[in-house]
């Protein structure tokens, strides 16, 4: 019997895909019941369809590989829930290196599989081989094996993950589609569709590569592209079973795996070709593309030199399927900072099967918490801006995501496509002085500054890379003179009103109801006590703060404090990161250099740590803030926009005769590391609370009124040892190098995961921020008496811990 077309609902969901079938059947699993799933075509018809659904657990974020693991669990038992076959074979996955350098990142990712307990093996060429004995072996370095990977039927998957969201009560309608998205107040009302109206509290867009469009019908920032993605599958080839595991061969930039006795042979080329640009079909439904036997040609070159008999083999079909591609190569997934109750879960990169169960429950846990349940910002929506949603720029910046799946992992890569983006206005003078630009959140910020006469083009490497002497210099002038660091990226929030005041200071852990002209250090915690930021809060006037935060937090930290800010308070808060430039004057010599520019008292009773003034430099006004995050005398320059290039040109002026040199944020990164300063995103998570940070200083536990975390800190406070803690490492050897990711070993066992590491100069060593972490307690004990060791691509290492800063100046210059 047909089921009759609801007008309300307490969700509703967009798009019967893999990720709209699979938000539903955790929803419904969570014990909601009122749930619609509304789908244009039929269910799985979109992209889902095509998949080849390969399933790997292992990603570069712990959090990520734990989706993903899940995803394998689940689908491993859905048959059993639902009586629908999933195609899921844990056949385990095979990756492959045909060079000494890709041998290091697979030795890496078996370090960081065993944080992460993934199981996983370092094996050789013919051991490999054995797993897969239709493949050549004598172009390879290594291999490694993961027992737990597999693949599974994408169409059967989501008629499965269907089915058990009905058998709880979610109501399923395919040939519906939602023409409008109905708002009121800034919260989602409901949806239109070519069948009437739902009204709804909450509508969730999983709709694959239409997810933009539908996030336009609302206001909702949805930046994803699509891109042609392809596969061939081979007639039966003699020594292919069902039992073979996948294979990957980056290096090649394919993957094979068994179906029906051939091969299913695909890849992520290193360009990749846009699709879509003049919007997607509505009725693209199990539909596919052209082949284009050209763009496939360098998959099908490399996959005869790996598989030869495929130069035999029959090609029985072409598969050319679009996918949607996000500018950063991870999916999207959240609250839509535009819109109350409007989610998003989108992008899924060719990732979307292996992804779908961790993601959906993810999601679906999100909307029934009304917030994340666990640390999600490398997909979090809140990392986009809307400007990151241009068509052009997007277009241009997917042709490199879709290889990026393949491509080499060197330690700070950086994107080439789409730049430069976002420029401060210092770009130019900074180029001319022989900077090499990264880029964050689309800024184009100085990484480091070549020597005059040297190329500004970073080469990537494991071991040293060429800018090592260059950062070396721009530390050595700001521990010992000074340096000039444009960070004009940083995100700026003023926040004003008659209730400011008293609403921060509920939404920050620091005591921010201090007086005017101090800046203050805090945290911005969850209900859980996680960081969910930590920046800086100055008070301008009585009803006026200006909050300085990181590059990549604007949208996020504006969506948090807002989203706590009462609903009757008179608060308002701007994003005026564009108004302003950042340039921060740090080192010894940053007073006297400040000083011959400026008429304000600069001394330390007159300009005392932590605190703003207003003042003159040179012929502009701008905000002095006495702050440090390389931990020397400095100050943070908030100048408007237009004064950028003076205070600029009238620092170095003034600072030419006492070594004030351009310093990159490879400097920067390392400067904080010597002094043990925690970043948020890499130290401070939405999972880490303050205690386990080592930053308890910065919470004002019994402030009247507390904040927003504060129970769950008291709780974590009384039970007294905990069983994780930021620690602080350095590596005894002067020699190696440390990016991020690695292992670290006590007394021979795996104990945690470095989140962020640089070439300490001034230490003359590798220095390290690790999460450790032990189920008997992570106390001083425990750190004073293990044998710590970093596990390097399987190369064992001694580190020495440090339970006070590494970079102390005080006892170095008693040193020296
Ligand atoms: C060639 C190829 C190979 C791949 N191989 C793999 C793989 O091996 N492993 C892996 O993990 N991933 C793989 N993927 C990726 C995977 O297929 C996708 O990530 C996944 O299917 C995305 O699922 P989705 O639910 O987001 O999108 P879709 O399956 O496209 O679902 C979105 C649905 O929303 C519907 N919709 C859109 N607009 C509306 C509207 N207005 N009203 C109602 N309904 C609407 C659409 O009709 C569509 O059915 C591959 C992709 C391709 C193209």
Redesign the pocket.
């Known amino acids: 019997m047909a089921q009759e077309f609801p007008t309300q609902a307490q969700v509703v969901i967009?798009?019967?895909?893999?990720?709209?079938c699979s938000v539903a059947y955790h929803l419904t699993k969570l014990g909601w019941r009122d749930v619609v799933l509304?789908?244009?075509?039929q269910?799985?018809?979109?992209?889902?369809w095509?998949?080849?659904?390969?399933?790997g657990q292992l990603r570069s974020h712990a959090n990520m590989t734990s989706l993903i693991k899940y995803s394998t669990q689940l689908y491993s038992e859905l048959e059993a829930e639902t009586g629908l076959a999933t195609g899921w074979k844990n056949c385990g996955s095979l990756s492959v290196a045909r060079t000494a350098d890709r041998m290091t990142v697979l030795k890496r990712t078996a370090a960081s599989a065993r944080a992460q307990g993934v199981a996983i093996e370092v094996i050789s060429p013919r051991e490999a081989q054995d797993f897969w004995p239709v493949m050549a072996i004598e172009d390879l370095v290594g291999a490694v094996w993961l027992p737990g990977d597999g693949k599974a039927n994408?169409t059967d998957l989501t008629q499965s993950l269907a089915k058990g969201a009905r058998s709880r009560g979610a109501r399923i309608f395919e040939r519906?589609?939602?023409?409008g998205i109905s708002v009121a107040n800034g919260a989602v009302t409901g949806v239109e569709t070519d069948r009437g109206a739902i009204c709804a509290q909450i509508v969730v867009n999983?709709?694959?590569?239409?997810a933009r469009?539908?996030g336009q019908m609302c206001g909702v920032s949805v930046p994803l592209h699509s891109a042609e993605?392809?596969?061939i599958v081979t007639g039966k080839i003699e020594g292919v079973h069902p039992d073979l595991p996948v294979m990957r061969d980056p290096d090649g930039y394919i993957y094979f795996k068994e179906e029906v006795g051939g091969l299913v042979m695909?890849g992520f080329e290193p360009e990749a070709k846009p699709w879509g640009m003049a919007g997607i079909p509505?009725d693209f439904?199990f539909a596919l593309l052209p082949d284009d036997w050209d763009q496939f040609e360098i998959l099908m070159q490399s996959a005869l030199q790996r598989v030869p008999q495929l130069a035999t083999s029959e090609v029985k079909k072409f598969?050319n399927?679009?996918?949607s591609f996000t500018p950063d190569n991870n999916f999207i997934l959240g609250e839509a900072p535009e819109l109350k109750n409007f989610y998003v879960?989108?992008g899924?990169?060719?990732?979307?099967?292996?992804?779908?169960g961790g993601a959906g429950r993810a999601l679906a846990e999100w909307i029934v918490n009304g917030a994340a349940t666990m640390d999600l910002w490398p997909v979090d929506i809140r990392r986009f801006a809307t400007f990151n949603n241009n068509p052009r720029w997007l277009h241009d910046r997917v042709k490199e995501t879709l290889g990026l799946h393949y491509a080499m992992p060197w330690p700070n890569r950086e994107l080439d496509t789409a730049r430069p983006f976002r420029r401060s206005p210092l770009y130019d003078r900074l180029a001319a002085k022989g900077a090499c630009f990264g880029s964050k959140m689309g800024w184009e910020r100085a990484n480091w500054f070549a020597a005059e006469g040297a190329r500004p083009v970073t080469q990537y490497a494991f071991g040293r890379q060429n800018w090592h002497d260059a950062v070396k210099r721009e530390m050595k002038a700001t521990r010992e003179a000074a340096g000039i660091f444009d960070q004009t990226s940083f995100a700026k929030l003023l926040v004003q009103g008659r209730d400011a005041a008293t609403a921060l200071n509920r939404i920050c852990a620091a005591d921010i109801d201090v007086d005017v002209g101090r800046s203050v250090y805090t945290g911005l915690f969850n209900a859980r006590g996680g960081y969910e930021s930590d920046l800086t809060v100055m008070r301008l006037s009585s009803d006026r703060f200006l909050l300085v935060t990181g590059s990549a937090q604007a949208v996020h930290d504006a969506d948090w404090i807002c989203r706590n800010i009462p609903a009757d308070a008179h608060v308002t808060l701007t994003d005026v990161t564009s108004a302003y430039a950042v340039l921060a004057l740090m080192g010894p010599r940053s007073r006297e250099i400040l000083g011959r520019l400026t008429s304000a008292d600069l001394s330390n009773e007159g300009f005392p740590f932590a605190t703003i003034r207003e003042i003159d430099i040179g012929y502009a006004t701008a905000f002095a803030n006495r702050m440090t995050y390389v931990g020397e005398l400095g100050w943070e320059l908030i100048v408007p926009a237009e004064f950028a290039v003076g205070v600029y040109e009238a620092l170095h002026a003034a600072g030419a005769d006492l070594g004030l040199a351009d310093c990159g944020y490879y400097a920067l990164e390392a400067l904080r590391l010597e002094k043990g300063y925690r970043a948020w995103s890499r130290e401070l998570t939405p999972d880490i609370t303050p205690f386990e940070a080592g930053l308890a200083f910065a919470v004002a536990l019994d402030k009247p009124g507390g904040f927003i975390g504060r129970e769950a800190l008291l709780e974590a406070r009384a039970k007294g040892v905990q069983s994780r803690r930021i620690v602080q490492f350095t590596v005894d050897d002067s020699e190696p190098m440390l990016w991020g990711g690695e292992l670290i070993l006590r007394d021979g066992q795996p104990v945690g995961e470095v989140r962020s590491a640089a070439y300490g100069h001034t230490l003359g060593r590798s220095v390290a921020l690790a999460l450790v972490e032990s189920p008997l307690g992570v106390d001083r004990k425990f750190l004073e008496t293990g044998r710590f060791e970093v596990d390097l691509a399987g190369e064992k290492h001694a580190v020495t811990v440090h339970l006070s800063a590494a970079y102390d100046p005080k006892a170095m210059r008693v040193k020296a």
Request: include cysteine; hydrophobic fraction near 40%; aromatic fraction near 8%.
């Open positions: 967009v798009g019967g895909g893999i990720i709209g509304l789908e244009q075509g269910l799985s018809g979109g992209t889902t095509h998949a080849a659904g390969l399933v994408p519906v589609r939602v023409t999983c709709a694959g590569q239409w469009k539908v993605h392809m596969y695909g509505d439904e598969y399927g679009p996918e879960g989108a899924f990169n060719s990732m979307g099967i292996a992804s779908a």
